[in-house]
C-alpha cells in the first residue's frame, strides 16, 4: 500500500529529482513530468527499483498553455500532491537588454507555474482533496536590482500561492510555499555562493516533506534566510536604492 501518488512538475531539474527520492522512499508513487521525459528513463528505472513504487513519466511544456488539460487526463490517475520545481532565472543583463529572454523568465517561473497548478485546484477542489507545493525564491521577497525581473516573476509567484492556499482553506486541500534560498543545483552553478546560506538539493526535498507534514504554509529551507530577509525588508527604500545588492 503506498502513502499515495507524487506528481512532480519540473522533474529533470536537481530539486526536483531529489524531492522524487525523498518521497518514493516514504511510499509514494512518483509522476515525473518535464519536456523530454524520455531522458529520465534512467532515473524512473532507479526510483522504481531502489524504493520499491510506481513511477511513470510524462512529457510536459508549461509554456503550452494549451496541452494542459490534455497532460492531466493522460496522467494514470489525478495526484494526491502535486510539487512544482519549474523556474528559470536567466541573466538579468540579457532580460535588460531583450525583452523576450525576460519574457521567457517570467512565463516560465510566474506564468506558466500559477496556471498548470490553478488548472490542478480545481480538479482537487472537485474530488475534495489534495496538497499543492509551489517552491518559490527569497528573491521574491523583495526586489533587487542583480535580479529583480527573475525576483519579480517569483514574487508574483508568492503572491498567487498566498492567494490559492486562502481560497483553498476551506476546501480541503493544502498549498504551501517554498522558500529555499541558495541551492547548489545546475542553475546556480559558477556562482560564488556563501556556504551558511546554500542547501544542497536534498536537503530542500527534506524540508518539503516535513513542511507537509507538519502542515505549513511557508518554509524557508534554511531559517537563517528568515532573519537574513526579515533585516533586508526593513531597509528603507531610500537607502536601498544606493545598495548594490
Known amino acids: 500500500m503506498t502513502m ?29 513530468a518535464a519536456r523530454n521525459s524520455a531522458a529520465l528513463e534512467p532515473a524512473r528505472a532507479d526510483l522504481q527499483l531502489r524504493y520499491n513504487v510506481s513511477v511513470s513519466l510524462h512529457d510536459f511544456d508549461v509554456l503550452d498553455r494549451q496541452s494542459y488539460d490534455r497532460f492531466l487526463d493522460a496522467l494514470p490517475e489525478l495526484p494526491d500532491l502535486v510539487v512544482c ?3 528559470l532565472m536567466g541573466d538579468q543583463i540579457e532580460n535588460e537588454k531583450d525583452i523576450e529572454a525576460a519574457s521567457l523568465v517570467v512565463r516560465s517561473t510566474y506564468e506558466g507555474p500559477a496556471l498548470i497548478l490553478e488548472a490542478l485546484a480545481n480538479r482537487f477542489d472537485r474530488r475534495g482533496s489534495g496538497k499543492i507545493v509551489g517552491i ?31 481560497r483553498m482553506a476551506r476546501r480541503g486541500i493544502h498549498v504551501m510555499t517554498v522558500l529555499p534560498g541558495f541551492v547548489n543545483t545546475k542553475m546556480t552553478h ?32 534554511r531559517a537563517i534566510w528568515r532573519i537574513v530577509m526579515t533585516i533586508i525588508n526593513a531597509i528603507p527604500e531610500p537607502i536601498f536604492k544606493k545598495m548594490n545588492i
Open 190 to 221: 559558477g556562482m560564488d555562493l556563501p556556504e551558511k546560506l546554500t542547501a544542497e538539493p536534498e536537503e530542500v526535498a527534506d524540508a518539503i516533506y516535513e513542511g507537509l507534514r507538519r502542515g505549513r504554509n511557508v518554509i524557508y529551507v
Open 4 to 32: 499515495g501518488t507524487l506528481l512532480l512538475l519540473g522533474a529533470r531539474s536537481d530539486i526536483g529529482l531529489a524531492t522524487a527520492h525523498r518521497f518514493a522512499k516514504a511510499g509514494y508513487d512518483i509522476q515525473l
Open 136 to 166: 518559490s525564491s527569497v528573491a521574491g521577497n523583495r526586489g533587487r536590482a542583480k535580479n529583480y525581473v527573475y525576483g519579480s516573476a517569483k514574487a508574483g509567484f508568492n503572491a498567487y500561492l498566498s492567494g490559492l492556499r486562502n
Open 85 to 87: 520545481a519549474i523556474g
